[in-house]
């Protein structure tokens, strides 16, 4: 497929790949009836998939029929954190494009994935009503016996306005006795190694709705703490099922230990163990949640917190501007430090703090005060200054 191609119908018209996976790709079209912009996912070719040596066991039969569910799934959960599905051609291949498709509402936006790769981490007020939302979309879906199975940050769009999209329903399963099962022994465990529940990757279960909180608990701690374990596939894979995860608030000692002992028990081994449910979970976050007039600052766009704080508040015009920080992210030091780079840089960790993103403020004064030993020396003034005010950050937060 090439831009500029159309459906048969001539009513979409290719604009941009804008995803690409192992058994989609995702393109920005244009809706040439209501003329708006869509997202076309198309499942893959059969001979690329066939290609692959990946493939977990699915055949392309398979593929076809999850793709199928995914449109259907999709179309009757009704939430502003899901994507809406206006269209399809699922049943048989698109004649002119040779490929079926699911029309859904376009996002403008980033995945946390994105957000996270340019900002490291998160605020705690920012993953707080992170998790708030997800909880929100998992609860609708949960209601409906819907397990979605692949938790994970390049499967969550943030939006300018900062409402949070949970995307890609294809290996989503119905709970229900009654359905169909969709995984076969010889098929590899559904979902994403790093965030996939220990009773899933060893099939001891298809998937409850404590498996998705292992999933969401794995989100959290990345964006507070980076990634839960790390390694190969085979070393993260085996870390999940039988390693204890180092604690949360020892990774980063700012989280709160509400906050931390939370996201600690989302990732226990046994399913029974887990938080009892997304209602459960949406609960203990609700203090964490900030209010409008604490003090908190969130981010010019993509910010977490605007539904909670200020959800009517304008959003930003989409332009060169738009995913900028109100705070300047912490600059990497020069290979020497000098008194004048110290005190600029200190005067960023300060407005960070001032703005709210503690955990970035902390861990930068931290790395401000290793290299002003280093460089200036403990009796230098300037470092002497950074050190005051790190001990003042870090008494802020344990007292806090």
Same mark, same amino acid.
């Given at each position: 497929m090439e831009i500029g191609d159309r459906t048969a119908s001539r009513r979409y018209t290719l604009v941009r790949e804008i995803g690409l996976g192992g058994m989609a790709e995702v393109w920005q079209a244009r809706d040439e009836v209501f003329g708006r912009n869509v997202a076309v996912k198309f499942l893959v070719e059969e001979e690329k998939f066939l290609r692959k040596s990946q493939s977990g066991g699915w055949s392309y039969e398979d593929i076809e029929q999850r793709f199928m569910r995914e449109a259907r799934i999709m179309s009757r959960l009704d939430h502003a954190g899901i994507p809406a599905v206006f269209d399809w051609c699922v049943e048989q291949p698109d004649k002119a494009l040779g490929r079926r498709y699911i029309v859904m509402q376009y996002i403008e936006g980033k995945t946390l994935a994105e957000l996270l790769d340019e900002h490291h981490s998160l605020a705690v007020e920012e993953t707080a009503c992170l998790a708030a939302q997800i909880c929100s979309v998992l609860a609708v879906a949960h209601a409906e016996r819907l397990i979605h199975r692949d938790l994970k940050p390049g499967n969550l769009m943030v939006d300018h306005a900062g409402l949070v999209k949970v995307l890609d329903f294809g290996i989503a399963i119905l709970t229900d006795p009654d359905a169909t099962r969709m995984t076969k022994s010889s098929q590899g465990s559904p979902g994403t190694t790093g965030y996939m529940a220990p009773e899933v990757r060893t099939k001891a279960?298809?998937?409850?709705?404590?498996?998705?909180?292992? #999933?969401?608990?794995?989100?959290?701690? &990345?964006?507070?703490?980076?990634?839960?374990? *790390?390694?190969? *596939?085979?070393?993260?894979? #085996? #870390?999940? /099922?039988? &390693?204890?995860?180092? =604690? !949360? $608030? %020892?990774?980063?000692?700012? %989280? =709160? $230990? @509400? !906050?931390?002992? /939370?996201?600690?028990?989302?990732? !226990?081994? @046994? =399913?029974?163990? $887990?938080p009892r449910d997304v209602w459960e979970v949406y609960d203990r976050l609700r203090d964490l949640l900030p209010v409008r007039g604490q003090g908190f600052k969130g981010r010019e766009a993509f910010d977490l917190t605007r539904p909670f704080v200020d959800p009517w508040r304008p959003v930003p015009r989409v332009d060169g501007r738009v995913g900028a920080s109100r705070v300047p992210p912490i600059t990497i030091a020069e290979p020497e430090l000098t008194n004048a780079s110290a005190v600029a840089r200190l005067r960023e960790v300060e407005a960070l703090w001032e703005a709210g993103r503690r955990t970035e403020a902390l861990a930068g004064a931290e790395r401000l005060v290793r290299e002003a030993r280093e460089h200036l020396g403990d009796g230098n003034r300037t470092a002497l200054k950074v050190s005051v005010a790190y001990d003042r950050m870090r008494r802020s937060v344990e007292d806090s």
């Open positions: 279960s298809q998937g409850e709705e404590t498996s998705d909180l292992y #999933a969401l608990g794995c989100v959290m701690y &990345e964006a507070l703490g980076g990634a839960v374990f *790390t390694g190969t *596939t085979d070393q993260v894979t #085996a #870390a999940h /099922l039988t &390693e204890i995860p180092e =604690p !949360l $608030r %020892v990774r980063n000692p700012v %989280v =709160p $230990r @509400k !906050l931390g002992d /939370l996201v600690d028990q989302m990732l !226990l081994k @046994k =399913p029974a163990e $887990r």
